[in-house]
């Protein structure tokens, strides 16, 4: 009875070593190798019809979601009539420029003492920083003192026979006559006058302020 349990125990231990030893003789295949192995054994038919793995769908769909995103459509400004020309209005390199327009019956120039000049801002201020537009009614006769400005400015005729002239004395001589449509600028800290030598002039600057006038000391009028 011992001998025939010793046997059958034996006989047990023998297998198990016999298969395990079958086990281990096996070559080891990587699992991407043998990933590659069954699919090859799938027929060419069936391996056409197989839909795509979701990872690739999944790398679309993070694709498609890292598109920057239209912006949105920014109207145009509407053009809008303002009936009396603005008393101050900046504007700099950090403002929007405004929409506007005028017709000649807004520009009315303000109440003066007879022969004196008389001026209108049209945009902007020339007592402030940015860009700024104004007019000046000059009666006829008039001849300005000898001055300068701190800014630099461009002039344009709007009506009248503008004489025009530079330097320090004022000189009837050394004058230009500029007649409507013409156009001249004045140098920042350059001295120079204007004569309204046969009617009322208009002229209309435009330059980038602050502005200001400083009279020429020795400003006169030649003998």
């Known amino acids: 009875m011992v001998r025939t349990s010793f046997l059958g125990i034996f006989f ?4 198990s070593v016999i298969v395990y030893s079958g086990q281990q003789s096996r070559p080891y295949v990587p699992l991407q190798q043998r990933q590659i192995q069954q699919r090859q054994s799938v027929p060419a038919e069936q391996r056409l019809a197989t839909p795509p793995r979701p990872a690739t769908a999944s790398a679309n769909t993070t694709q498609s979601s890292r598109q920057t995103p ?3 459509t920014v109207p145009a400004p509407v053009l809008t009539h303002v009936p009396s020309a603005p008393a101050s209005v900046s504007v700099s390199s950090e403002t929007v420029m405004p929409s506007f327009f005028l017709l000649p019956e807004d520009m009315q120039f303000p109440e003066a003492p007879a022969g ?5 801002t049209l945009f902007g201020d020339p007592r402030a920083e940015g860009l700024y537009v104004t007019r000046t009614l000059i009666p006829k006769g008039v001849k300005t003192i000898p ?9 344009t005729v709007m009506s009248g026979v503008c004489y025009y002239g530079r330097g320090e004395v004022f000189d009837a001589e050394r004058t230009v006559a500029l007649p409507p449509g013409s156009f001249f600028t004045e140098p ?3 001295p120079h006058y204007i004569w309204a030598k046969e009617e009322d002039i208009i002229v209309q600057t ?5 502005s200001g006038t400083q009279i020429v000391p020795a400003g006169n009028v030649k003998p």
């Open 188 to 190: 920042a800290g350059t």
């Open 147 to 155: 001055h300068t400005h701190p800014d630099a400015r461009t002039v």
């Open 12 to 15: 047990v231990v023998t297998a």
């Open 70 to 72: 239209t912006p949105p």
């Open 206 to 210: 435009t330059a980038i302020g602050p």
């Open 116 to 120: 004196a000049s008389r001026t209108i």
